[in-house]
C-alpha cells in the first residue's frame, strides 16, 4: 500500500511539473500573438497600396504581362505549403500539409505535374519523413517572419515562373497554401492563386462604397510595361510576406489553444490522482486499525 502511495505522489509531481511548463508556454504565445497581430495591422497598408496600384496598371491599360496573362496549357504547378518550425500547436501543421496534399492531389487529377515548395521545419521533417521531392525549403524564420525571406520566396518562385513552363524545367502556376488567423479560437487553411495574377482590390468597406467608389484616370510613366515590371514582384513579395506573417500569427493562437486544453488536462490528472491518493491512504489507514484492533483481540483472548 506504501509503494501504491508513492506512486500517485510521482505521478502527482509529474502532472505539477506539466503545467508549470505548458502554462509558461500558454503566456508566452499570448504575448506573442500580439506582436504577430500587430505586424499584420502594420503591413496592410502597404498591402493595400501595392494592390491598388498593380489594379490600377492592369485594368487602365491594355499590356499583357506575362505575370498577369494566362497561359495556354499548364503543365505543372507550384504549391508553397507554409507550416512551422516547431510543434506545440495542436492540429496546426497537421491541417496545413493535409490542405496542401489535397491541393496536390486535385492538380494531378487535372492532369498537371505539382512542385512543392516548403516553408517551416514541420514541412520538410514531413516530406523527408515520407521520401517526397521539394524544389525549395526554407526553415528558421516561422515564428517572427522577416521581409528577406519573403523576398528569397518570392525570387524562387518568380525564377521557376519565368522560365516558361516544364519543357525548361518552369511552373505555370503558383498556389500559396496557409493558415490565416480568424480569432484566438479558429485558424482555417486557405488556397491563394498567386500567379497568373490575379488582382483583387483589397479596400476595406462595404459593397455599396465599392460600387459608387469613382477611380481617377492614370497616365504610365515611361510605360505600364515597366510600371508593371516594377510593380508585380513587390506584389507577388507583398503577398508572401502577408501569407508568412498570418500563418505566424495563426501558429501562436493555435499553440495558446493546445497549452490551455494541455494545463486544463494536467489540472484534471492532479484531481484524479489526489483523489487516489487519498482513497489509497484512507484504506491504509483502515487496514492499520484493523490490524491494531485485531491483534488486541486477540491478545484479550488469550488471558
Wanted: a neutral charge; hydrophobic letters at 40%; aromatic letters at 6%.
Amino acid at each position: 500500500m506504501g509503494a501504491q502511495l508513492r506512486v500517485y505522489k510521482q505521478k502527482i509531481s509529474s502532472a505539477q511539473t506539466t503545467k508549470k511548463i505548458t502554462k509558461a508556454m500558454e503566456l508566452i504565445a499570448a504575448s506573442r500573438i500580439q506582436k504577430a497581430m500587430a505586424r499584420v495591422r502594420a503591413s496592410s497598408p502597404f498591402s493595400r497600396a501595392v494592390t491598388r496600384a498593380v489594379s490600377a496598371v492592369a485594368t487602365h491599360s491594355n499590356t499583357q504581362h506575362p505575370l498577369t496573362t494566362e497561359r495556354e496549357v499548364i503543365r505543372r504547378s507550384a504549391v508553397v505549403i507554409f507550416a512551422s518550425d516547431r510543434g506545440l500547436a495542436g492540429a496546426f501543421n497537421s491541417q496545413i500539409l493535409r490542405e496542401g496534399m489535397q491541393l496536390g492531389e486535385l492538380l494531378r487529377s487535372q492532369g498537371k505535374d505539382v512542385q512543392y515548395y516548403l516553408v517551416g521545419r514541420k514541412a520538410v521533417g514531413y516530406f523527408q519523413f515520407r521520401r517526397l521531392p521539394s524544389a525549395g525549403e526554407w526553415i528558421g524564420d516561422t515564428d517572427t517572419p522577416h521581409f528577406n525571406t519573403a523576398e528569397q520566396i518570392a525570387g524562387a518562385l518568380l525564377d521557376a515562373y519565368d522560365l516558361g513552363g516544364e519543357e525548361a524545367g518552369g511552373v505555370d502556376e503558383i498556389h500559396l497554401v496557409f493558415n490565416r488567423f480568424v480569432s484566438m479560437m479558429t485558424q482555417e487553411p486557405q488556397t491563394v492563386r498567386l500567379l497568373p495574377l490575379e488582382v483583387v482590390e483589397a479596400e476595406e468597406g462595404t459593397d455599396e462604397t465599392a460600387a459608387t467608389q469613382v477611380y481617377p484616370l492614370y497616365e504610365f510613366e515611361p510605360s505600364p510595361e515597366v510600371v508593371l515590371d516594377a510593380l508585380l514582384p513587390t506584389y507577388v513579395q507583398s503577398r508572401v510576406f502577408n501569407a508568412l506573417l498570418q500563418s505566424s500569427a495563426a501558429k501562436h493562437a493555435a499553440t495558446q489553444k493546445a497549452m490551455k486544453s494541455a494545463s486544463d488536462n494536467a489540472d484534471k490528472l492532479i484531481t484524479d490522482y489526489t483523489r487516489l491518493r487519498n482513497n489509497a491512504r484512507q484504506a491504509e489507514i483502515t487496514q492499520q486499525i484493523a490490524e491494531i484492533v485485531g491483534g488486541a483481540d486477540a491478545l484479550a483472548s488469550g488471558k
